[in-house]
Each structure stands twice: as C-alpha cells, then as structure tokens.
C-alpha cells in the first residue's frame, strides 16, 4: 500500500485478538473479495450498497450509474465506509449466547471521488473486467469499452485513510 502511515493504527478493534495487523495481508483479502458493501451518507441518512470492485493496490475502484444515490451522495460528502467479509463455519454451543459463526472481516475509511479523466476510467473499468474475468482479452475475447459507454458510468476512487481487519477461527 502506498502511504505514509500504517492505515490499521487509526482504527481500534474492541477484540485485539482478533485482529489482522499485517497490511499485506489486508491488502490481499481486499485483491481476493467478490463484493463490497460501500457505506455513503448525507443529512445524517446513511445509505448501503453492495458493488463489485477493485483494489489496485492504492486505492479501491468501484462503478454506478451516471444517477443514483451513490453518486449523489459522494458528491455531497465523500467520506465513505466500505466492507468486504467471508463467513467460516457456523458455532452452535450448548448457551445461545454462546453460539457463534466464524468469519473474516475488512473494513475500509476514506474518501470516494469521481474519476473525470477518460484515461483513468478507462483503466479502472478494465481493472474490474480483468478481476472478475482474468482469462478474458478485450478486442480478443470481446469488444473493447467504447467512449460512449465509458462517458455513460460513473467511475468512483476511494483514497484509503484507514483499514482494520479482524478474523475469528475455531480450532
């Protein structure tokens, strides 16, 4: 990741001994999710929606519509919260409150922009087609984005400003 701070000291997890200290491990779980959730807010109305995505290693890439409340909402306040989690086996113990499930965890604090530069939404479109299809060639294995298409979805970066992840495994 390139910063410099170490995003993980900004956020305090409750259970420390759960917790994912090492960044590029961080960063590995944020390569290898499918779905985020990504947390906008406005008027003290917060507002969730799942998304595909991509992290290149620096920041995280995501895409809508050119209208919706996503947009409407980084546009009137970019702080954003994102999460990425995997669910383990589920717990069942001989308390209910002892019942449990296992589980890995990234949450993720910054700051979501729109990219307006056609070249950088260009690579942070091809980025997400080159995730979730890797085997796939664009002007290969299908038809390149066109200009138009590029200037009809609204390309979003979100500059990281801190991470935590935590993680709970029986053995």
Known sequence: MATSFSPHELVVIRRADRAI???????????????CRIATSVNDQPFISANTFWY?????????ATQGRTL???????????EVDWRGRWLPAKTALAFSVEYTGVVVFGRAYVLADPAAKERALQGLLDKYFPGLEPGVDYRPITPQERDETAVFAIHIEAWSAKRKVKE
Not at 56 to 64: A, K, L
Not at 72 to 82: A, E, F
């Open 56 to 64: 290149d290693g620096e920041r995280i890439y995501f895409h809508t």
């Open 72 to 82: 409407t909402n980084v546009q009137q306040n970019p702080r954003v919260c994102l």
């Open 21 to 35: 200290t090492d960044d590029a491990e961080i960063a590995e779980l944020l390569r290898q999710a499918d779905v």
